[in-house]
């Protein structure tokens, strides 16, 4: 079993920055792509990141050149750093990723998901 288990969400102030780390553990082979999400209480979970294991990396036009997404390869993390903010960034940060079940990829991947950590900015 593999696990996501994200960190670092809290309340800040509009204008004010954090950062989300997400750290994979479990019988792990190798990580596909790997996207932070974000909910809001009676929406949908929407895409606010991704990056592919080579580091390219893509964003939401609602973020874009104010969060950067980063990734470890050797230590299984993926971050998210937040600058910025404001109250429509407040909500359920998620981690997620695509496992591949075999080096090659031959075999498909699971779709990975973490519990999540609450980011709430204030105006």
């Known amino acids: 079993q593999v696990q996501l288990v994200e960190s670092g969400g809290g309340l800040v102030q509009t204008g004010g920055s954090l950062r989300l780390s997400c750290v994979a553990s479990g019988s792990i082979v190798r990580f596909g792509d790997m996207e932070w999400y974000r909910q809001v209480h009676g929406k949908q979970r929407e895409l606010v990141a991704s990056?592919?294991?080579?580091?390219?990396?893509e964003y939401d036009e609602s973020v874009r050149g104010r969060f950067t997404i980063s990734r470890d390869n050797a230590k299984n993390t993926v971050d998210l750093e937040m600058t910025d903010l404001n109250p429509d960034d407040t909500g359920v940060y998620y981690c997620?990723?695509?496992?591949?079940?075999?080096?090659?990829?031959?075999?498909?991947?699971?779709?990975?998901w973490g519990q999540g950590t609450l980011v709430t900015v204030s105006s």
């Open positions: 990056i592919g294991s080579g580091g390219d990396a």
């Open positions: 997620h990723a695509d496992h591949f079940l075999d080096k090659l990829g031959l075999q498909g991947y699971d779709e990975i």
